[in-house]
C-alpha cells in the first residue's frame, strides 16, 4: 500500500508532467518550434535577448528588461495585453516561509473586477515594485519589488496586498522543478 505522502507526490507529479504536456503542445502550436511556417504566427519578443546582463538588477527600468510579450496576428482572438518576465536563472528562486520555491522578490495578484491597470500600478509602485507580467483577459499581475526581499517580508507584502480593496488575490510565484526520468 502506497503511503499518503507517496501519493500525494505521485499526484504533485503528474500534475507537473500534465502542465509540461500542455506547455510542449502550446509551444508546438502557438510558437513555429517545428519549422518554418508551422504553427501560427504569434511571437514572443524578449525587449533584452541578452539574459546574462539580468542577473541581479534592481532599478525599475532594468526590471523590465527580459519581459516576453505576446502579439497576436492573422486573425487570432485578441486576448489583449500579455506579457511576463520569466527566470534568468536558479538564482531567482528563493523559499517561502512556508518551504515552498518561489521566484525571489515577485508575487502574482487579481485585481477585483472593473479595477484599472493604471490603479494596480500606483497601489504598486507604493509597494516600490513594478508591474513586470500581465495577462490582460484576466486581470492577472506579476510584481517585482525593487529591493531584495527576505521570505517573511515577501509573507508579510502577500497578506497586506491580499487585504487591498483593488485586489482579489495575492500569492508568490510558485516554482516547480521536476526530474522526467520516467517519460
Given at each position: 500500500?502506497?503511503k499518503?505522502a507517496?501519493?500525494k507526490?505521485?499526484?504533485i507529479?503528474l500534475?507537473v508532467?500534465?502542465l509540461v504536456?500542455?506547455l510542449l503542445?502550446?509551444?508546438v502550436?502557438?510558437?513555429?518550434?517545428i519549422?518554418e511556417?508551422?504553427?501560427s504566427n504569434?511571437s514572443?519578443?524578449?525587449?533584452n535577448?541578452?539574459?546574462?546582463?539580468?542577473e541581479?538588477l534592481?532599478?525599475p527600468d532594468e526590471?523590465?528588461q527580459?519581459?516576453?510579450?505576446?502579439e497576436?496576428?492573422e486573425?487570432l482572438e485578441?486576448?489583449?495585453?500579455?506579457?511576463?518576465k520569466g527566470?534568468?536563472?536558479?538564482?531567482?528562486?528563493g523559499?517561502t516561509?512556508?518551504?515552498?520555491?518561489?521566484?525571489?522578490?515577485?508575487l502574482?495578484?487579481?485585481?477585483?473586477?472593473?479595477?484599472t491597470f493604471a490603479q494596480?500600478e500606483?497601489?504598486?509602485?507604493?509597494?516600490?515594485?513594478e508591474i513586470?507580467g500581465?495577462?490582460?483577459?484576466t486581470?492577472d499581475?506579476?510584481?517585482?519589488?525593487?529591493?531584495?526581499?527576505?521570505?517573511?517580508?515577501?509573507?508579510?507584502?502577500?497578506e497586506?496586498?491580499?487585504?487591498?480593496?483593488l485586489v482579489k488575490?495575492?500569492?508568490?510565484?510558485?516554482?516547480?522543478e521536476s526530474?522526467?526520468?520516467?517519460?
Open positions: 500500500m502506497i499518503k507517496g501519493k507526490r505521485i499526484i507529479t500534475m508532467v500534465v504536456a500542455f503542445l502550446f509551444a502550436l502557438y510558437y513555429d518550434v519549422g511556417g508551422a504553427g504569434i514572443m519578443n524578449p525587449e535577448p541578452n539574459m546574462e546582463e539580468l541581479n534592481r532599478n526590471l523590465m527580459g519581459i516576453i510579450r505576446y497576436v496576428t486573425g485578441d486576448i489583449g495585453e500579455a506579457y511576463f527566470i534568468t536563472s536558479m538564482d531567482d528562486i523559499y516561509i512556508e518551504g515552498y520555491s518561489c521566484v525571489k522578490n515577485q502574482l495578484l487579481t485585481a477585483e473586477e472593473g479595477i494596480i500606483e497601489l504598486v509602485h507604493s509597494y516600490d515594485a513586470v500581465y495577462l490582460e483577459l486581470d499581475y506579476q510584481i517585482e519589488f525593487y529591493e531584495e526581499i527576505t521570505p517573511e517580508r515577501l509573507w508579510t507584502l502577500k497586506e496586498l491580499a487585504q487591498n480593496v488575490r495575492c500569492d508568490y510565484n510558485l516554482f516547480a526530474d522526467c526520468d520516467f517519460l
